[in-house]
C-alpha cells in the first residue's frame, strides 16, 4: 500500500503563492493523484487532479488559471502549485490516490490518504 505525505502548507496574504508536495512512497506514476481541500464546516471538494500517467488533468473552476496540478516521477512526488491565493482558498488541502479508472474527483473513489496540510490565506 503506498503511502503519501503532503508538506508545504502555511499561512500567506491573497495574492501571494504556496506550493504544496505529496511524496508517495513508491511510483504514483501508474496512479490517479489529486488534491482535495476542506474548509471548517464543509464538505471535502476536489481541486485538481492528475490522471494514470501523467497523460490528463483537472482543475475545479474555483481554481482554473491559479492552480497547477504536476508531478516528478524521478521523486515520486505530486506538486500542486497555487499563485495568486484567495482568503476563500483557506483549508486543510489533502493528496489522494487511487489506481481504480475515474474520471471525476470525488472523494469516495480515492482509496489512499495522507494526513493533510494547512493552508491559511489572509486577507
Known amino acids: 500500500q503506498v503511502q503519501l505525505v503532503e508538506s508545504g502548507g502555511g499561512s500567506v496574504q491573497a495574492g501571494g503563492s504556496l506550493t504544496l508536495s505529496c511524496a508517495a512512497s513508491r511510483s504514483t506514476y501508474t496512479m490517479n493523484v489529486a488534491w482535495f481541500r476542506q474548509a471548517p464546516g464543509k464538505e471535502r471538494e476536489g481541486v485538481a487532479c492528475?490522471?494514470?500517467?501523467?497523460?490528463?488533468?483537472h482543475y475545479a473552476d474555483a481554481v482554473k488559471g491559479r492552480f497547477t496540478i504536476s508531478q516528478d516521477s524521478a521523486k515520486n512526488t505530486v506538486y500542486l502549485h497555487m499563485n495568486n491565493l484567495e482568503p476563500e482558498d483557506t483549508a486543510v488541502y489533502y493528496c489522494a490516490a487511487t489506481i481504480k479508472p475515474i474520471s471525476v474527483m470525488i472523494p469516495t473513489l480515492f482509496d489512499i490518504w495522507g494526513q493533510g496540510t494547512q493552508v491559511t490565506v489572509s486577507s
Open positions: 492528475i490522471y494514470t500517467g501523467a497523460r490528463m488533468t
